[in-house]
């Protein structure tokens, strides 16, 4: 059996459609406009090149595929696979957001984080933000949604992080079902102004509790340093003292006995 018909039996497996090619080799759709196609280079060891064709969409001009990998095994050439469907599955997510193609998007206009692409708000209610954090790091990719309020103490040092370590935080799941993560974030948008006047009121709450002092009963304005150095101070030197008057007892006592 062929390297070329390895490769086809192990997308099979793997549930990936595919076609051959009449010159014996596999070619896999990714888009629309997109395929990967495996050519078989060597009769004695499995090895394959792996190029990318693509076609315009508004010409139908077809681009000169582009070598782009070799892999020399039919496992290579599935996860070679699964890495660019994932690759295509997180781009197309990220437009939609950004273009709001879905019309469960209206309202929403989300922006890219500018050191890392696969994070994105969207401003909603007064202060809050809804935030989309794409992992793409394995086969099958997944965004996680947070609803966040910042703190009204919140500094330029907290919002170099995704999710502000003094922001008040609602998590809203991670989804791998693109289709479900749009129902989410038209229900998120809805009760936006709702979760954001909850989570204020709630950080407001826990500001305004007492302070606990002392179990001592004893507060911090009732604290005199002085007062506890002296006392520490007097009771050092009486103790020095009885010290002292306990050695001159001992001293006279051994004296009389040599003195018998």
């Known amino acids: 059996m062929s390297f070329y018909e390895d490769i086809a039996r192990a997308l099979d497996a793997a549930q990936i459609e595919y076609r051959v090619g ?41 681009f000169a595929p582009e070598l782009v990998q070799v892999v020399f095994s039919p496992e290579d050439a599935v996860t070679t696979i699964e890495r660019y469907i994932t690759t295509d599955l997180v781009v197309t997510l990220i437009r939609d957001l950004m273009l709001g193609t879905d019309e469960r998007l209206e309202g929403l206009v989300f922006t890219q984080d500018f050191e890392d692409p696969n994070i994105l708000s969207a401003e909603v209610a007064e202060t809050a933000s809804l935030l989309v954090l794409i992992d793409d790091s394995g086969t099958e990719p997944e965004a996680r949604v947070v609803f966040e309020v910042p703190s009204a103490d919140a500094d330029a040092e907290d919002s170099e992080w995704a999710v502000a370590m003094t922001s008040e935080v609602l998590e809203l799941g991670t989804y791998s079902d693109f289709d479900r993560l749009l129902d989410v974030l038209e229900l998120a948008s ?71």
């Open 22 to 62: 009449s010159d014996c080799h596999v070619m896999v759709p990714i888009t629309s406009g997109v395929e990967v196609q495996f050519v078989e280079i060597d009769p004695v060891v499995p090895a394959a090149n792996v190029y990318i064709a693509a076609v315009d969409d508004a010409t139908g001009e077809e």
């Open 190 to 260: 809805e009760h936006a102004e709702n979760w954001e006047r909850e989570l204020t009121g709630s950080a407001r709450a826990m500001d305004d509790e007492p302070e606990v002092y002392d179990i001592f009963g004893l507060d911090d304005d009732d604290y005199d340093p002085e007062l506890e150095d002296d006392d520490f101070d007097d009771g050092s030197e009486d103790d020095l003292d009885d010290a002292d008057a306990d050695d001159d007892d001992l001293h006279s006592a051994d004296a009389g006995v040599e003195a018998q």
